[in-house]
């Protein structure tokens, strides 16, 4: 058995992820490896910490496309994420930006920003630098809802953030939203695709909130659940129903679970996620999914983890002062051909076109069938899976219950 193509070797592509651990303040439902305390009105600490790290980053960065040319490996993505990437000073944003552009030329080029940090010194670095994508933090059209979220900006605000990015030129913008969020009853939720849609944002991406432990969201809930009036099942499957059928009259395909685009404006860089691409990540925290070859010279794995044929999940250290001074990352999985196809599985699904049957061959050299017939017939009976055109994707139905059915796929 042979795996054809998830790895980046004679001349292929790889994604590339950048972290940038940084926030002005801390939102009340985030679990993200970011520290506040940055931007401006940040101290001498702080802004003596935020230019150690860019530069340590640079240096990681040098080092990857070092490799990457040496071994004919090109990036056709790059996605600058965090934090809030748009808190770093001028300096350090074009000593990072000037590292990327000298190092690789991506075709899709992302920087995550938030309203109130963006000014148009910033934005002119990122068009000089081939910057052609970006992706804005809004959540909520709600300023009740920012305020449950703890986030640091008004409607108000992401409306003149917003207006400086088109008028910036800036042609294929992302506005991330969050739904479910307590105190969000439908008509809210309906209010703010309204009024994100009248905006004509390029890419919309829409999830619901999760508490996750150690939020102060979170022990908000652990204290008094009624107190964060939280929608419930139906209200959450009225909101997600709505959402597909309201941004598709808007002209919005939805082409991942919670992703909706314009014809032409798919985020390249998460579909490469989602269809199992290698990709490298730079920064605290960040994660790289690669083959054997490519994560001994990449992220210098000790020889003998793993083997040809695997392909491995690593994390660079989440302890910025060791990577400053010394970058480390750690091996987290070592995934055999077993756990590849599984994963395909459940990313591909998570695209609503569904898993392609010849690609799954072409990968794995091997018939989707004869691994997973069991389970495919099972729920494309129970009409949650659908075979059409050579995919094999949720009906409608299906996407309702997709958790129990991905779970199946393991
Ligand atoms: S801006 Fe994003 S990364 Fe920063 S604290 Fe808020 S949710 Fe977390």
Not at 240 to 267: M, P
Not at 363 to 379: H, L, N
Request: aromatic residues 10%; hydrophobic residues 30%.
């Amino acid at each position: 058995m042979i795996i054809v193509s998830h790895t980046a070797d004679n001349g292929a592509n790889m994604e590339l992820y950048v972290h940038i651990p940084f926030c002005v303040r801390k939102c009340d439902y985030c679990d993200f490896l970011s520290f506040p305390g940055f931007g401006c009105g940040a101290d001498e600490k702080h802004r003596s910490l935020s230019c150690r790290y860019t530069d340590a980053l640079c240096r990681e960065l040098k080092s990857i496309f070092s490799e990457l040319k040496d071994n004919g490996i090109k990036c056709d993505t790059c996605f600058i994420g965090g934090g809030t990437p748009s808190v770093l000073e001028p300096e350090e944003t074009e000593k990072l930006l000037k590292t990327v552009s000298e190092g690789i030329s991506p075709v899709e080029f992302t920087v995550e920003c938030n309203p109130g940090t963006l000014t148009k010194e910033k934005l002119e670095l990122y068009k000089k630098y081939g910057v052609n994508r970006l992706s804005i933090g809004l959540q909520s059209a709600d300023n009740g809802i920012l305020k449950v979220l703890g986030r640091i900006h008004t409607f108000e605000q992401f409306l003149e953030s917003y207006r400086l990015v088109r008028s910036m030129g800036f042609n294929n913008v992302n506005i991330d939203l969050i739904s479910a969020v307590p105190g969000q009853t439908p008509d809210n939720w309906k209010d703010t695709l309204k009024k994100v849609t009248d905006l004509e944002p390029e890419h919309i991406s829409a999830y619901s909130l999760i508490l996750e432990e150690g939020t102060p969201l979170y022990r908000k809930y652990e204290e008094s659940p009624s107190s964060l009036a939280l929608p419930g099942e139906d209200e959450e499957r009225e909101i997600y129903h709505y959402t597909g059928e309201y941004l598709e009259t808007k002209g919005y395909n939805r082409y991942e679970i919670s992703n909706y685009a314009k014809k032409g404006f798919e985020c390249r860089h998460n579909k490469g996620y989602w269809t199992g691409e290698e990709y490298v990540g730079a920064g605290i925290g960040a994660a790289s999914y690669l083959s054997y070859k490519n994560a001994l010279k990449l992220k210098n794995i000790p020889a003998g983890t793993g083997s040809e044929g695997n392909m491995f999940r690593i994390k660079n250290t989440e302890n910025i002062e060791e990577y400053i001074s010394h970058p480390s990352c750690v091996t987290e999985e070592v995934l055999d051909i077993e756990a590849l196809m599984a994963e395909y599985c459940i990313l591909g699904l998570r695209m609503t076109k569904g898993i392609s049957v010849t690609a799954f061959k072409e990968k794995y050299g091997t018939d989707i069938r004869d691994r997973f017939g069991t389970v495919i017939d099972k729920y494309l009976q129970l009409g949650l899976l659908e075979q059409q055109d050579g995919y094999i994707r949720f009906t409608d139905k299906g996407l309702d219950v997709s958790n129990t059915v991905l779970c199946d796929f393991l």
